[in-house]
Each structure stands twice: as C-alpha cells, then as structure tokens.
C-alpha cells in the first residue's frame, strides 16, 4: 500500500547521511557581498561572493553547509537563497547548502542570487 509519504521517508533518510560543517556567514561591503567559512578535517573552506539585490548587514555565527562529497567545494558556483527574517539560506548550484539562523533578524526578507568562489586554506 502506498502512502503518499515513501519519497519524503527516503529524502530524509538521504538528507542525513549527507556530511556536514559547521561555520559563518555575513554580509560585507555595501549589502550585495558575503563571505562563509566552514571547517571540514581542519582544512577551512570559504565560500565568497556576490548576490543581488543588497540587504543590510547580516552574520550568522552558527550556519551550517550541507554537501556531498568535498569535490562539490571547488570552483565559481551560481547559487540562489533568501536572506531574512530570522534566517539565511543558499542554494548552490551544484547541490551544497548554506543555512542558519541570523544573530539578528533583517526585514523584510529579501531573495537573492549570484555567484560565489570557493578557496580552502
């Protein structure tokens, strides 16, 4: 018997075993940039861009990024999201996740897109 619930079962069951990373994120220079930093290992992976349209100043000192494997960490990545009201969340293109809760609520919420560059040190 088929319930209507079997894909969002197997969504969560996908979803956590996906590995995960603790960091920040914030917005930086007039509104329309953003700067994440996450630590996977040891090794630190920064995710930086920009998006559109601005929004005022944001931090998120406990994001988290959601990936598959650390080949998806590399390179220039469009990625989409929403910034507001208590909460920040991008999508990247190529399936990562950035998301938390912002140290201080913005309003209104704005949806954003653009493009980042991931570097690791």
Same mark, same amino acid.
């Given at each position: 018997?088929?319930?209507? +619930?079997?894909?969002?079962? !197997?969504?969560v +069951?996908?979803?956590?075993?996906?590995?995960?990373?603790?960091?920040?994120?914030?917005?930086?220079? @007039?509104g !329309?940039? /953003?700067?994440?930093?996450?630590?996977?290992?040891? %090794?630190?992976?920064?995710?930086? $861009? $920009?998006?559109?349209?601005s929004?005022?100043?944001?931090?998120c000192d406990?994001?988290? +990024? =959601?990936?598959?494997?650390l @080949?998806? =960490?590399?390179?220039?990545?469009?990625?989409?999201?929403?910034?507001?009201?208590?909460?920040?969340? /991008?999508? %990247?293109? !190529?399936?990562p996740? %950035?998301?938390?809760? +912002?140290?201080?609520?913005i309003?209104?919420?704005?949806?954003?897109?653009?493009?980042?560059?991931?570097?690791?040190?």
């Amino acid at each position: 018997m088929r319930t209507g +619930l079997e894909g969002h079962d !197997n969504d969560v +069951l996908v979803r956590h075993h996906m590995p995960t990373a603790s960091g920040f994120i914030r917005g930086v220079a @007039g509104g !329309n940039k /953003f700067t994440s930093t996450f630590v996977i290992e040891d %090794i630190q992976y920064h995710f930086s $861009g $920009g998006f559109d349209p601005s929004v005022p100043p944001f931090t998120c000192d406990q994001a988290t +990024l =959601l990936y598959t494997d650390l @080949g998806q =960490l590399t390179t220039t990545r469009d990625f989409e999201g929403k910034i507001g009201t208590d909460t920040v969340s /991008f999508t %990247i293109g !190529n399936g990562p996740t %950035i998301t938390g809760r +912002l140290d201080m609520p913005i309003n209104p919420a704005s949806r954003v897109s653009g493009s980042g560059t991931w570097a690791q040190n």
